[in-house]
């Protein structure tokens, strides 16, 4: 037996085992992962657009922080008649007349609003100079009004407005030094009364800006802080002001296409306890210019410019409060420009 299994051939040697391929696309994870393709390996590779907050771009004036929103909620309504006629004696100066007839609105303490039959001329004359604005007009009451723009330097401008009137107490006097930065604005005024204020506004990012105000009106002791912001885009403007006198404001203004925008505001006294918002719109056709507005008070108004030729346009004005159980209805006609 033992030389059996001594005679016993040996066993075969273990075969070798094939090694196992390398993967096709590498080792890892890299191996186990298709190919990118090249589109998005471009596309990675691009950079991010960076913000320059170094050359950020100028932002609107303080006090025109909600001009789009106003062109809609706030059209120039009127009641009755209206002619304006404006003759340009050569590119730099004009004359204008203009003649209204309606009724003015006389303040009371009960609900009822009480309304005087008024007309008056005015007459005025106009100088524009790209440095240089001068604007004044007359009216047959007596009243005078006066506009000065002037560019002391490329980026420090003044404004003077005043209204001077033989009633006692009632004529009024702005100065206004607008100062224009690269990212910045600022603003002092002084007025009669000695009423001090200045204002800020400062561009955060390309698209918001941030902005503040104080005053001090020494006629009547009074003082006040404000805080506004702005965030405006191709499509939308949006802004918030939250004053020390109790009042916030918010608007915003959608932009559907070049010729179309809607607007909405709100607004809040804090010291009255009064709550108002409106919606309004601004449509722009080829000949004509249609703006409206509703608020929370059941005020509806709208205002149409139908353009009839050039340089004379044909203006229909309308508003209905239905609670005040006041209602106005103005057209009237502008020639020249």
């Given at each position: 037996m033992?030389?059996?299994?001594s ?5 075969p ?6 090694h196992?391929?390398a993967?096709?696309?590498g ?10 393709p090249d589109?998005?390996?471009e ?10 907050y170094l ?5 609107v004036p303080f006090?025109e922080?909600?001009?789009?929103a ?10 009755g008649?209206?002619f ?7 590119q ?10 309606g009724?003015?609105?006389v ?5 009822e ?21 001068l ?8 009243r005078?009004n006066?506009r000065v723009?002037?560019?002391?330097t ?7 407005n ?9 004529s ?5 030094f607008?100062?224009?930065g ?5 603003q002092f ?16 990012t ?11 009106l ?7 802080i404000g805080?506004?912001?702005r ?5 939308m403007v949006?802004?918030l ?12 203004v ?5 010729k ?10 804090h010291m ?5 918002s409106?919606f309004?719109?601004?449509y722009?056709?080829?000949?004509c210019?249609l ?13 149409l410019?139908?353009?009839l030729?050039m340089?004379?346009?044909?203006l229909?004005?309308?508003?209905i ?13 502008t020639?020249?420009?």
């Amino acid at each position: 037996m033992g030389s059996a299994a001594s005679a016993a051939a040996p066993p075969p040697p273990p075969t070798a085992q094939p090694h196992m391929a390398a993967p096709p696309y590498g080792a890892g994870l890299a191996g186990i992962l298709p190919p990118k393709p090249d589109g998005e390996e471009e596309g990675k590779k691009k950079e991010v657009e960076k913000v320059d907050y170094l050359n950020l771009p100028c932002p609107v004036p303080f006090e025109e922080i909600q001009r789009e929103a106003l062109m809609s909620l706030k059209p120039e309504l009127f009641e009755g008649l209206r002619f304006d006629f404006t003759k340009g004696l050569n590119q730099k100066f004009s004359l204008s007349h203009s003649v209204f007839m309606g009724s003015l609105e006389v303040p009371s303490q009960s609900t009822e609003t009480i309304k005087v039959p008024t007309s008056h001329y005015e007459f005025g004359a106009n100088f524009i100079d790209p440095k240089l604005i001068l604007v004044g007009r007359v009216m047959t009451d007596g009243r005078l009004n006066a506009r000065v723009k002037c560019d002391l330097t490329d980026d420090l401008t003044l404004k003077i407005n005043a209204q001077l009137t033989h009633e006692p107490h009632y004529s009024q006097g702005m100065f206004n030094f607008d100062y224009k930065g690269t990212d910045y604005r600022a603003q002092f005024q002084i007025g009669n009364n000695a009423f001090y204020g200045a204002n800020y506004i400062q561009s955060v990012t390309p698209n918001l800006s941030m902005g503040t105000e104080i005053f001090w009106l020494g006629h009547q002791r009074k003082s006040g802080i404000g805080f506004a912001s702005r965030y405006n885009s191709d499509k939308m403007v949006g802004t918030l002001q939250v004053a020390s006198t109790g009042i916030v404001a918010l608007s915003y203004v959608q932009k559907v296409s070049e010729k179309v925008s809607l607007a909405s505001d709100f607004m809040y006294n804090h010291m009255s306890r009064d709550v108002t918002s409106s919606f309004g719109y601004d449509y722009m056709l080829r000949q004509c210019r249609l703006r409206g507005k509703i608020d929370s008070n059941g005020v509806v108004a709208a205002y149409l410019e139908e353009r009839l030729n050039m340089g004379v346009n044909f203006l229909l004005s309308a508003e209905i409060d239905h609670s005040k159980k006041n209602y106005k209805f103005g057209f009237g006609m502008t020639v020249g420009e």
